[in-house]
Structures are given as structure tokens and as C-alpha cells.
């Protein structure tokens, strides 16, 4: 009997809903297969069986539980019932979508996918499940040339493919589909673009990243100047920072920046706090840190919630251009995309400089197009000229004149 | 001197496992306190006990089927020195063997008994003592004949297995404490060759571990061959005055009886052996009977340090020591064998011979599993009636809805060789139907398998 507990899920988790059991009591699970969702707050969690077996669940549905909490046992002594074909493996773990199963048999026979003694031990030690190798032998045994086939196949699939792969939708990406469906229905959402020459700060990086790490500790990144040239023009338009609350509106005095990072299970929007007040190199220590945080699936949800603004980065990924969605209940989302050399015209002349498109998508029912404009204006401004960072956007001449 | 593995013990599991760490390319030691290589198997087991069993049964049939097969033989006699001496010469050649295999695989053998300095440094006490070091260690120690508690064995009159092995003296009248394997084949040894043979065991039947048609079936043929058994019966002592043996046991009504006879064979089973190993030194610990502990990687409690054989958990089989021996090696050398232990075959030397694999139907029976049994006598084979061995039968069970084949239990000439087909037909799952379906050489004592194939798939053996 292997027990099987509430895993930890993140650092302020206390407590998880079981949302659904995939399997029940008396199934038997292949190691890896799904058996239950759990949801917190913020995200739901799979949890997959880390063992074959027979499955006795230990809660119901709709039950709270703590972490460490018992889930279910696995029978490990239990043996695969006889006629019950191994589960197709999930194709989501094959390394190559050509490892697929081809000219499945249609007639599988208890003894289907049994691997032969030599194959048994060809395949353990590629790491191959048996489940996804196809057995030529016969009613579908798998014999050693089988076995020993099984890796060239992923490289050579000279079979041309053409099935379709029926999958449940997991309950996060059902969360992240109404969500995303409600920001689209329910605001009044469009977008505005400009140009912004990366000159100047790609020119101040160059010059400067080897003394900034060496003072700092940290990389010196273009998310910094985005987020620190946001916060000026957040505070000069402090529409584009409010949340609409029924027939309220709320305005913050402070810039809660939201980063769209891509971590391995998905999307996720970690939180620097009070950006407006952050140097470029805090900025800097706060976005790696949660970026590494991300990435190893260790944010807490209080990390994730709260933002006013976000700022996402389809560049990464080579975008041009593209319209991001408001994540609500907040106003606005700029879009940074990739920088791409291209012809401009500067004082008559046509110049190479390195630009990127920059969106700012926004919910037209609290921004005026005047502000909306403004604001994305303000932050092309103060990244061609990263000087009026120091100066929250005043010019500095008119700073030093005092007028 | 240091190796990448040592061997301890150099019966089928140890020298098997130490040819195949050396094919994988690991220095390899072997440790043997005896002067023979081969442990019990090949020199007071297996292979002796075998050799006798077909002296005595060229023997038994020179004096009972010759006559019909159209041979007189007149003064027929036993001479009990050569028939020692020949089994002696077999154990030499197969002995010498190994030593030819050792040295073909570049094995360093150590003769001597080998017992841990620390989990890496081994001593050898033999003519000298040395010590060797070493990387990784197989334990390999086998076995020895266990006892019954009020029995001294004096290896005189009240002996056990491998006193049996050499006699100076048909017995007139031997009793053996044990129904189980070893008890009946040296039995059937003497027995043949015209001992009173009276076997006292202790639950009510013969070979239990075995599927209970096979039991009864023996049974009967021992019984032919002048058998007597007395079951449920418990034994509390053996006396011995120098020239007979009085043994006392508890009938299954309570009351106490006496058997007197000439010899006593004691043959209660076996117990791991692992005196003079210091295994304390490595920190190796053993389970609650005595036997090395082992995960199921066959390592014991200290990593680098494996256990195969007799003294790890499991039948004590030859075969199955010999498995585990691979296994580890193919294990150390990062490979990822498997035993299917289900699949390792139960075998009895009698006339007619005994075995099985799988499930038996009284395992099946109470797992409450739906099955179909097919059997066909040997008798009814052109075969068997050609040779005058028409004893016995094959038995398969199938999964009455699959037709996967579950368990195959045979008796009769040379079953313990045909056991294989249904070892071969089960690794793959294969239904009773294509047994069926396989043409089986006519005419052979493999048809019955044949047929009882077809008949464990619907009832439709040809030749009944």
C-alpha cells in the first residue's frame, strides 16, 4: 500500500478542495495516470499516481484538506486486471509526437502489449513504457525486434499520421478560459500601438551593464526601464491604473506591477510591489527573483494576486505585434514585442535604428482614448529618453529653469 | 589483491553469477571453502542424487519391465560400490568443469572459507589466509539440511541427504522424516534397489507446495514401488543403538508410535546458510528465519553487498539460484533485468517425474478466479505405451474467459523436461489454444501436452 498525500502546492497553501476524482475506488491506475484535481484559490493542481495499482480514494469530492492530508492508498501488490489494456501512454509526455502509436490493432486481446522476456528488459532500460510500443507479434505482443525498434521509431516515422487525439481539458485550462472569455465579453476592450527607438537604452546598456552588474549584483534587462517608464506614465494617468467596480471606480497611488511569466505549467502574473518606488536595479533583483520562482513552481499565491497593471512580453517569442487581453479586474495591459532593425526617418533622414511595436490594450468604459494615447506616448517618451525616468517625465531643462 | 566483485560461494547461483560478471567485464573473485567447486547442486545434490536415481531405475526396470521387453537376465544384483563410484565420477567431470569455466573467464578463485573483514575487505581462511578487496560482493552461500528439534543427526544410521548419497549398504528398512523432494527421490533410490522405504511427514500429504493432483498421482506410484506413508504424523525422536533406529512420533489420533528400522533419512527441509560469514563485520542483517534480507534488487541492507540463492527468501532451486545470480550481475552492470518468479518451475526427480509452474488449481480455487482445467493420461500416448511408462499426466488450467493459460502441472517420463514448453508458453502469455494449435513431434511425451491444451480449450482432446 502506498499512501498518497496532499502535496505541497505552493507557499501560502494551506488548504486544497478536492475538485474531482478521474479515478475511482478499486480502478487501477498506471503509474503517472491522472487520478484526481485539487483546487486552491488561485490555481488547480493534477496529481498523478506515482505507482501502479489498485486505487482506494480516502475522501469525497468538495472535501477540504490540509497539506499532508491523506488522498487515497495504491495497492502496489495488486495485480493489472486480466483483458484491461494499458492505458494509451499520454502522448503529452512523449518526448516526440512521432512515438505515437500507428495501425493500433483493433482487436487487443488480454495478452496485447505483453512484452517478450527480452523485450521486457530492452524496454526498462530505454525507459520506454510498454504501453507505447505497438506489438508486431502475435494479437499484439510485443517481440525484442519490437523492443528494440522502439527508440528509431520517434526518429524515423515514415508512417504518415492522421488521427485525432480526444483530451480532456484540464480545470486550469478551463479557468483560464473563462477568464479570458469574461475579459473579452465583459469590458469594453481595444488597443493602441506605437513605435519605440531602443537606441538610446540598448546604447546606455551597452555602456553601462558591466559597472551596473558589478555595483548591483544583478543584469541589467529592458524590463526595468519598461516597468519604471510605465509607473511614470501610470502616475500621470492614473485612470489606466484604477480598477471599475460596479458603478465605482478605484484609483491607486501606487503602481502594483503585474509581469507575464511563462512558467512550466503555464501562464503566470507575479506581482512587483510599489514599482513606482523601486530603483532599476531592485526592479531587476525583484523581477529575477520571482522569474526563478516561477519557473520552479514555487510562487505563493499572494505573490500572483493584486496587481493594477500588466506588462507582458510576446517578444520573447518573436511577436511583431499583437492585441494582449486585459487581465481583469484591472484596466490596461502593455505589450512589448521583439526589436527589429528597420528604416525609419529621423530629421530627414532614413536611419537604421532598432524598434519595437509596443500595444496598450485597455477598457475603453474608464479610459478615454485621450488617455489611453497619452499614456502609451508617455512611455515610448521616457524609453527614448531614459533620463526623464529621473525626472518622473518633466523635462529636466524645464526642471532646472523651474518652469 | 582487489576486484571489482567477489563471489561467496560457488554453487549454480555464485559460479553462474560469477561467469556472467566477468562476460560483463568486471574483475571477478570466487570464494569456495570446500575443494570442489559447484556447492550442493553439483556435489551432494542435483547431479549426484540424479545419477543414482537413473542407476537405481535402470536397475528397477532390468528386474521388472525387462522381461516383457523380451530381455532374461539372469542373477541380476546390485553392486552398490560402483554404482557410488560412477555417481562420483559424474560429480568429478561436472566439478572439473566448472574449474575449466572459471579459468576460460579469467575468474580468480579462492579457495577457503570467506568471511567479511569490512563491507569492502574479504578474508580467506583456507591452507593460508589472505584477503582480497573488493568493490561489490555476491552472497552465495547456500543452504544446509535443517533438523527437527529431540533429532541428533549422526551421520551414521540417523543421516541426512548427503550421507545418502554414498551408502556403504542398501538399507533393509529406511525411514525418512520428510515427504517433500529431497526425502522422496533418495526414497525412490533405495526403494528401486529393494529397501523397505516408510516416509513419516507431518501435514497430511506428499509434496505440498505442489498442485494436489501431482501429489495424489505420486503418491500412487510410490505406493507401486513399495512406499509406505504415514501422514500427519509428528516426530519427536530418533534414537540410534549403532545398528538400528527407533523413531517416535505422534500419530494423528495423539497415540505414539514406533519405526524401527536400520536408517533414518531426515530430509525437513533446508535452512540458509551463512555461519562463519561475520556478516556483523559488513553490517549485512539477516530477516526473521534466517535468511539474508534483500530488497528487490537482490541487495541487502548494504549497498554493494547482494544475496542470491538458498539464502535469500524464495524456492530453493537451482534454477532459480541460478537466475538471481544474472540478475545481479546484469543489475550491477546498470542493466534492468527481471525474474518472473511465478514462472520458475517446481521439479521431482521420482519415476515418473513431477512438475509444474504457474498457479496451482488449489491456489486458483481459493482466489476465486474462473478457470478450465484440461488433462490427458500418459497412458493414452503411442509413446509412453511404446517405452512401458504410462503413469501419469499433464494438467493445464486456462483463464475460462481469456484461455490464457495459468498454470500447467505434469507427471510422468521426462516431465521435467517438458516442463519447459509450458514455461516458454506462459513467459508469453500464450492461451491454451495455441499450445493447441503447435504441432508437437509424434511420437513423443510432449503430445500429452498437446492434448491436454486441447483439451483445457473446449474439451476436445483427439486421442481420448
Redesign the interface.
Known amino acids: 500500500m502506498l499512501q498518497i498525500k496532499v502535496p505541497t502546492v505552493g507557499e501560502s497553501i494551506n488548504e486544497v478542495t478536492l475538485a474531482k476524482w478521474n479515478k475511482k475506488t478499486g480502478d487501477f491506475v498506471e503509474m503517472d495516470e491522472l487520478i484526481c484535481e485539487l483546487e486552491s484559490d488561485k490555481a488547480t493542481f493534477e496529481l498523478n499516481a506515482e505507482t501502479a495499482g489498485i486505487l482506494h480514494t480516502k475522501c469525497a469530492e468538495g472535501d477540504t484538506l490540509k497539506i499532508g492530508d491523506l488522498l487515497a492508498e495504491i495497492d502496489t501488490d495488486a495485480k493489472r486486471p486480466?483483458?484491461a489494456v494499458k492505458p494509451a501512454a499520454k502522448p503529452a509526455e512523449a518526448k516526440a509526437p512521432a512515438a505515437a502509436p500507428v495501425n493500433v490493432p483493433s482487436n487487443t486481446?488480454?495478452?496485447s502489449g505483453?512484452p517478450?522476456?527480452a523485450a521486457?528488459?530492452i524496454l526498462?532500460?530505454k525507459g520506454i513504457n510498454p504501453a507505447q510500443v505497438v506489438g508486431s507479434?502475435?494479437d499484439g505482443?510485443i517481440t525484442k525486434f519490437d523492443a528494440l525498434k522502439a527508440e528509431l521509431k520517434v526518429v524515423s516515422n515514415e508512417v504518415k499520421s492522421r488521427e485525432d487525439r480526444v483530451e480532456k481539458m484540464t480545470s486550469l485550462r478551463k479557468t483560464v478560459s473563462k477568464r479570458l472569455l469574461a475579459a473579452k465579453n465583459e469590458t469594453a476592450m481595444l488597443t493602441t500601438f506605437n513605435e519605440v527607438d531602443m537606441k538610446p537604452i540598448m546604447d546606455l546598456r551597452n555602456q553601462y551593464k558591466n559597472k551596473f552588474k558589478e555595483t548591483h549584483g544583478v543584469n541589467l534587462g529592458f524590463m526595468s526601464f519598461f516597468t519604471k517608464a510605465v509607473c511614470v506614465a501610470l502616475q500621470e494617468f492614473p485612470a489606466v491604473n484604477a480598477y471599475l467596480n460596479g458603478e465605482e471606480i478605484i484609483y491607486h497611488n501606487y503602481c502594483d506591477v503585474s509581469i507575464a511569466v511563462s512558467a512550466p505549467k503555464g501562464l503566470v502574473v507575479p506581482v512587483i510591489r510599489n514599482a513606482e518606488a523601486l530603483s532599476l536595479a531592485e526592479i531587476e533583483a525583484e523581477v529575477m527573483r520571482l522569474a526563478v520562482k516561477a519557473r520552479e513552481n514555487k510562487l505563493s499565491i499572494e505573490e500572483m494576486t493584486g496587481g493594477t497593471f500588466t506588462i507582458t512580453n510576446g517578444g520573447v517569442f518573436g511577436s511583431m505585434l499583437s492585441t494582449p487581453i486585459i487581465n481583469p479586474p484591472q484596466s490596461a495591459i502593455l505589450g512589448m514585442h521583439n526589436i527589429v532593425e528597420r528604416a525609419v526617418v529621423q530629421n530627414g533622414q532614413i536611419v537604421i535604428r532598432p524598434i519595437m511595436y509596443v500595444a496598450l490594450s485597455y477598457d475603453h468604459r474608464i479610459i478615454d482614448g485621450r488617455e489611453s494615447v497619452g499614456f502609451l506616448v508617455k512611455v515610448k517618451q521616457c524609453l527614448e529618453n531614459p533620463t526623464l525616468l529621473l525626472t518622473q517625465g518633466t523635462d529636466p531643462n524645464k526642471l532646472l529653469l523651474g518652469i | 589483491m582487489k576486484y571489482d566483485v567477489t563471489v561467496i560461494g560457488s554453487g549454480p547461483g555464485g559460479y553462474v553469477a560469477a561467469i556472467r560478471c566477468a562476460q560483463l567485464g568486471f574483475k571477478t573473485a570466487l570464494i569456495e571453502k570446500y575443494n570442489t567447486l559447484g556447492g550442493t547442486c553439483l556435489n551432494v545434490g542435483c547431479i549426484p542424487s540424479k545419477a543414482l536415481l537413473d542407476s537405481s531405475e535402470h536397475f528397477h526396470n532390468a528386474g521388472h519391465t525387462f522381461k516383457a521387453h523380451g530381455i532374461d537376465i539372469k542373477e541380476l544384483e546390485v553392486n552398490l560400490p560402483q554404482m557410488i563410484e560412477r555417481k562420483n565420477g559424474v560429480v568429478k567431470i561436472t566439478c572439473d568443469g566448472i574449474d575449466f569455466l572459471m579459468k576460460k573467464n579469467k575468474i580468480d578463485v579462492y579457495k577457503g572459507l570467506g568471511s567479511f573483514v569490512n563491507k569492502n575487505t574479504i578474508k580467506v581462511s583456507g591452507e593460508t589466509e589472505q584477503q582480497i578487496e573488493t568493490d561489490k560482493v555476491i552472497i552465495a552461500t547456500g543452504s544446509k539440511p535443517s533438523t527437527l528439534p529431540g533429532l541428533t543427526i549422526d551421520k551414521d544410521r540417523i543421516i541426512t541427504s548427503t550421507e545418502a548419497l554414498n551408502m556403504k549398504e542398501i538399507p533393509k528398512h529406511l525411514i525418512i522424516i520428510g515427504g517433500g523432494v529431497i526425502g522422496l527421490e533418495l526414497g525412490s533410490v533405495y526403494a528401486r534397489l529393494g529397501s523397505k522405504v516408510s516416509v513419516i511427514e507431518y501435514t497430511n500429504t506428499i509434496i505440498p507446495t505442489m498442485d494436489g493432483t501431482l501429489s495424489k498421482e505420486l503418491q500412487r506410484s510410490l505406493r507401486k514401488l513399495g512406499f509406505e506413508f504415514f501422514f500427519s504424523h509428528k516426530v519427536k525422536s530418533a534414537k540410534s543403538d549403532g545398528k538400528m533406529v527407533t523413531v517416535t512420533a505422534d500419530n494423528e489420533k495423539g497415540e505414539e508410535v514406533t519405526f524401527s528400522g536400520d536408517y533414518c533419512l531426515v530430509s525437513v527441509g533446508r535452512k540458509a546458510y551463512t555461519a562463519g560469514l561475520n556478516l556483523e563485520a559488513a553490517g549485512v542483517v539477516l530477516d526473521e528465519r534466517g535468511r539474508i534480507a534483500t530488497n528487490h534488487h537482490l541487495e541487502t541492507n548494504i549497498q554493494g553487498i547482494y544475496a542470491i540463492g538458498d539464502v535469500v527468501k524464495g524456492a530453493m532451486l537451482a534454477h532459480k539460484a541460478e537466475e538471481e545470480g544474472v540478475f545481479v550481475a546484469e543489475t550491477m552492470a546498470g542493466?534492468?533485468?527481471?525474474i518472473?518468479y511465478n514462472l520458475i518451475p517446481g521439479v521431482v526427480y521420482t519415476w515418473p517425474e513431477v512438475a509444474g509452474v504457474g498457479a496451482t488449481e488449489e491456489e486458483l480455487k481459493k482466489s476465486g478466479k474462473k478457470y478450465k482445467v484440461g488433462s490427458f493420461p500418459m497412458r493414452a500416448l503411442g509413446r509412453a505405451r511404446a517405452s512401458m511408462d504410462i503413469d501419469g499426466l499433464v494438467k493445464i488450467l486456462a483463464?475460462e474467459?481469456?484461455d490464457?493459460v495459468l498454470g500447467v502441472h505434469m507427471i510422468g517420463p521426462r516431465v521435467a523436461d517438458l516442463i519447459a514448453e509450458a514455461v516458454v508458453a506462459m513467459?508469453?502469455?500464450?492461451?491454451a489454444e495455441?499450445i493447441a494449435r503447435m504441432s508437437h513431434a509424434h511420437p513423443t511425451y510432449a503430445e500429452a501436452v498437446k492434448e491436454a491444451a486441447l483439451a483445457a480449450t473446449g474439451n476436445r482432446a483427439i486421442h481420448v
Do not use: L, V
Not at chain 2, 335 to 338: A, I, R, V
Open positions: 486480466e483483458g486481446t488480454y495478452a505483453t517478450a522476456p521486457q528488459k526498462a532500460e507479434g502475435k505482443r | 542493466q534492468k533485468p527481471h518472473n483463464d474467459e481469456t490464457e513467459e508469453f502469455r500464450a492461451s495455441d
